[in-house]
C-alpha cells in the first residue's frame, strides 16, 4: 500500500492493514452482529461506554507526550501518557507513571538556593536549608507555583490534567508524520486501561479521523474492559513479564492470572497483538521462564506471533532520586547478550517472530 493512501468504502472503510473500520472507528470484525467466536460475540453485547456514560468529554491525568517515537507500533507515532498504574514493577522505567496523582521531582543539584519556590509558595510548605529545599508532604497542595518560578527547574511537576479535545488537538497536530509513515498515536502509561473512559473517547475519536491506534498494556484489568477496547484498537502491544504468579507477586506486587487469561481471550477475538517482554536478568531471563513463555506464547489463537524483548538497563535511577524513592538496583541486572540470542532463537523454535526491541 501507497504510504499515506486510504480506501473508502459507504458504511465502512478499510486500514492501511487491511481490517475494515464501521464508520464510529470501531473494527468492524468486533462489532458486527454475525460474529464468529463466543468471546467475539461477548463484544457485542458490552454496551458502549460513551453511550453509558453520556457525551461528557472526560479529564485525565497525562505525565509526558512523545513526539516522533519510532519503537512503539508502526510508523512514526505520538505516544500519549497516562498516569497511574495498578501494578508496581521492580524495574518501572516511568516511576512518576505509578501513583495517579500529581507529583513534585526535585533535582538537587539543579538548586542553586535561592529560595524563589520559598516565597512563591501559597501553603508554606518549602523549606530551604544549605542542603536544598524540604518540601513537606502534609500541606504541599501540589499547585505547582514552585516549578513555575524555579529559573532551574530544579522542580518539576509529574502530571497535567487534560480533557479529550486537548489530547486530540496535540494529536492533530502530528498528522502530517502519520500519512507519511502510516504511524498513528499510541497510548501508554503507567497504565492506560484503567482509565477507561477518557481512553475510549479518545479511541472513538482517532478511529473517526482514520488515525491508527495502538494500546501499550499489562493487561491486569477486567476482561470486558479489554474486550470494549479491543473494537476501537488497531494495535496491543501487551507486556508480559514472567509466568510464574509467586515470582510476579514478589516482583510486580501483584499476581498474573489476570493478565494471561485476558492475553488468551484477547488473541481469541484476533486482534493484532505483539507481546513485549521486559527481559531483567537474574530475574526473568532464566531458560525455565524463556521455555514457559514461549509455550504459552505458542498455544495462543491465531497463527502469527511477535515477541518483542526489551533488555532491562537503569537509565531510570535519576527518577527515582528526583521523587526521594530511591530504589535498590543492585538487584536488577542487564541480560547478558548471550542470554538474549538464546532467548530469540528459543521463542523461533516455537514459530514466534522474535527481536530485541521494538
Known amino acids: 500500500m501507497e504510504v499515506g493512501r486510504r480506501e473508502t468504502e459507504v458504511g465502512s472503510r478499510k ?54 517515537a ?26 512518576e507513571s505509578i501513583s495517579p496523582k500529581v507529583e513534585k521531582m526535585y533535582t538537587p543539584a539543579k538548586c542553586i538556593k ?56 496535540i494529536i492533530e497536530k502530528e498528522r502530517i508524520f502519520f500519512d507519511q509513515s502510516d504511524g498513528g498515536v499510541t497510548f501508554s502509561g503507567g497504565e492506560p486501561l484503567v482509565h477507561t473512559k477518557i481512553l475510549i473517547e479518545l479511541l472513538d475519536e482517532c478511529g473517526k479521523r482514520g488515525i491508527h491506534r495502538a494500546i ?8 470486558e474492559t479489554i474486550l470494549e477496547v479491543a473494537m476501537r484498537t488497531d494495535l496491543f502491544l501487551y507486556d508480559l513479564k ?20 485476558n492475553l488468551k481471550v484477547l488473541a481469541e477475538t484476533g486482534a493484532h497483538i505483539i507481546i513485549r517482554i521486559p527481559l531483567i536478568g537474574g530475574v526473568n531471563d532464566i531458560d525455565e ?41 543492585e538487584t536488577l541486572q542487564q541480560p547478558d547478550k548471550e542470554i538474549l540470542v538464546k532467548a530469540i532463537g528459543k521463542f523461533r523454535e516455537y514459530g514466534i517472530k522474535a527481536s530485541v526491541g521494538g
Not at 453511550?51 to 491525568?61: C, D, F, P
Not at 508502526?74 to 497511574?84: L, T
Not at 501499550?216 to 476482561?223: H, I, Q, Y
Open 15 to 68: 486500514t492501511g492493514d487491511g481490517r475494515r473500520k464501521t464508520e464510529d472507528g470501531r473494527n468492524e470484525k468486533y462489532a458486527s452482529c454475525k460474529l464468529r467466536s463466543p468471546v467475539i460475540g461477548l463484544l457485542a453485547n458490552i454496551k458502549s461506554a460513551t453511550n453509558s456514560q453520556g457525551s461528557t468529554m472526560s479529564n485525565s491525568l497525562i505525565f509526558d507526550i512523545k513526539r516522533y
Open 70 to 95: 519510532i519503537n512503539d507500533g508502526p510508523g512514526i507515532r505520538v505516544v500519549i501518557f497516562f498516569k497511574g498504574c495498578n501494578l508496581h514493577c521492580a524495574w518501572c522505567h516511568n516511576p
Open 114 to 169: 535561592c529560595g524563589t519556590c520559598v516565597d512563591a509558595c501559597p501553603e508554606n510548605a518549602i523549606t530551604l536549608t544549605p542542603d536544598g529545599i524540604i518540601s513537606n508532604t502534609e500541606i504541599c497542595k501540589m499547585c505547582g507555583k514552585c516549578a513555575e518560578v524555579c529559573p532551574t527547574k530544579a522542580i518539576e511537576m509529574s502530571g497535567k490534567v487534560m480533557s479529550v479535545n486537548e489530547i486530540m488537538d
Open 216 to 223: 501499550d498494556t499489562a493487561g491486569n484489568v477486567d476482561t
Open 242 to 261: 514472567m509466568m510464574d504468579s509467586h515470582l510476579h507477586r514478589k516482583w510486580i506486587h501483584s499476581g498474573n492470572e489476570r493478565i494471561l487469561h
Open 289 to 329: 521462564n524463556i521455555e514457559q513463555t514461549a509455550q504459552f506464547i505458542s498455544g495462543l489463537a491465531g497463527d502469527k506471533k511477535e515477541v518483542h524483548l526489551l533488555p532491562y538497563h537503569a537509565i531510570a535511577q535519576n527518577k527515582y532520586m528526583k521523587l526521594g524513592k530511591p530504589e535498590d538496583f
